[in-house]
């Protein structure tokens, strides 16, 4: 049940993914009128098998794109979550705060969302990837 004042949850699983864009350092933002769902791609993920733990560097407040979000570690591995746009932190994903911050490794396009931000431009995209220019992106840099 949603409490006063909290961001409703997005249902992704059947979202069309038509304002689902990336940055090329595999993060991802899906749009949702005027706020917005951030996370990390599962390939910026490639060899973490569970999350130890999760840093937020700002709980709240203007970050500009690319600044911070969130520092991930699993053993010796640490990769940062960051700012696909400028904007306004909302909400942090209060899962990842818990034990259940292993939706991150489960569902990192899904459930596993780090936070819910308000774009500085809602409505701009400069930058940004779509689902399809991200996907040839991966294959080109893997092809053999």
Not at 90 to 109: A, C, D, F, M, R
Not at 112 to 141: D, F, M, S
Request: aromatic share 12%; glycine share 6%.
């Amino acid at each position: 049940m949603q409490k006063m004042g909290e961001i409703p949850l997005p249902y992704m699983g059947t979202t069309t993914r038509c304002d689902f864009f990336y940055t090329a350092d595999h993060e991802w933002i899906n749009f949702k009128g005027s706020i917005a769902y951030v996370g990390i791609c599962s390939f910026k993920l490639t060899g973490f098998r569970e999350i130890h733990s999760i840093t937020f560097q700002k709980s709240s407040g203007f970050l500009k794109a690319e600044e911070v979000i969130a520092t991930i570690s699993y053993n010796d591995y640490r990769i940062e979550a960051h700012m696909p746009v400028d904007g306004k932190i909302l909400q942090l994903n209060k899962t990842l705060l818990s034990e259940g911050k292993n939706i991150l490794v489960k569902q990192p396009e899904n459930s596993g969302w780090i936070a819910v931000i308000t774009p500085a431009q809602p409505y701009e995209r400069k930058g940004l990837l779509l689902p399809k220019t991200y996907q040839l992106n991966l294959k080109r840099r893997h092809a053999k």
